[in-house]
């Protein structure tokens, strides 16, 4: 059992930065793929970022590339997610998520789930 807890999210302004964490327990963190997902109320569950089990391969939503960056630091079992040039429509509740089987961005891929984190971005 994997038990991820986010964090860092909050409200802020267009145009701000926020950077997500998402601390994950056990000590097989370093074999799991690692993504985000966002909902915003009313919307469907949205692919955000993906990092691979090494942190060698990268993915992003169409909506967030070039201004998302996914990343992960085995040492201390984090995967981060720093989101630059925020917009209103990013403002959703996030999910970290952890895959042991496939990579990929589809949310049937992962196994484990946080509570969530909630980002909102004022206009």
């Known amino acids: 059992q994997v038990q991820l807890v986010e964090s860092g999210g909050g409200l802020v302004q267009a145009g701000d930065s926020l950077r997500l964490s998402c601390t994950a327990s056990?000590?097989?963190?370093?074999?799991?793929?690692m993504g985000w997902f966002r909902q915003a109320p009313g919307k469907e569950r949205e692919f955000v970022a993906a990092?691979?089990?090494?942190?060698?391969?990268?993915n992003y939503g169409d909506s967030v590339k070039g201004r998302f960056t996914i990343s992960r630091d085995a040492a201390k079992n984090t995967v981060y997610l720093q989101m630059n040039n925020l917009k209103p429509e990013d403002t959703a509740l996030y999910y970290c998520?952890?895959?042991?089987?496939?990579?990929?961005?589809?949310?049937?891929?992962?196994?484990?789930w946080g509570q969530g984190t909630q980002v909102t971005v004022s206009s």
């Open positions: 056990g000590r097989t963190f370093g074999s799991y793929h």
């Open positions: 998520a952890a895959s042991a089987g496939q990579y990929g961005w589809h949310a049937q891929l992962y196994d484990w």
């Open positions: 990092v691979n089990w090494n942190g060698g391969t990268t």
